[in-house]
Nanobody, 123 residues
Framework: QVQLVESGGGLVQAGGSLRLSCAAS????????MGWYRQAPGKQRELVAG???????KYAESVKGRFTISRDNAKNTVYLQLNSLKAEDTAVYYC?????????????????WGQGTQVTVSS
């Protein structure tokens, strides 16, 4: 019903920058919270940054001051600007969105995930 398509990952040197994008499409009534998670080899998936529909944000301590999350509600798209990248930022980055659906009088929400995009930072 809903697809999240990510783009923007790649290989970058330490200190460099990348910008990730994630667009939600499909049968969407509205998109509530959106966020970015990451998973490094052998580690659990962790929240990197989240943003509410009103623009409120939160960040993992490890990325504060370096990463910036933003969104375009008209396009159902969330972005993650990654600056001052470090080797420890290397991971697969996943987009997440809580999407609201409305069918007749029935309103419900569901979490969706993107397919993941690889970010590799060389030291």
């Amino acid at each position: 019903q809903v697809q999240l398509v990510e783009s923007g990952g790649g290989l970058v040197q330490a200190g460099g920058s990348l910008r990730l994008s994630c667009a939600a499409s499909g049968l969407i009534f509205s998109v509530n919270g959106m966020g970015w998670y990451r998973q490094a080899p052998g580690k659990q998936r962790e929240l990197v940054a989240g943003i509410t529909s009103g623009g409120g944000t939160k960040y993992a301590e490890s990325v504060k001051g370096r990463f910036t999350i933003s969104r375009d509600n008209a396009k159902n798209t969330v972005y993650l600007q990654l600056n001052s990248l470090k080797a420890e930022d290397t991971a697969v980055y996943y987009c997440n969105a809580e999407v609201a659906h409305y069918s007749g009088s029935y309103y419900y929400t569901h979490d969706y995930w993107g397919q993941g995009t690889q970010v590799t930072v060389s030291s």
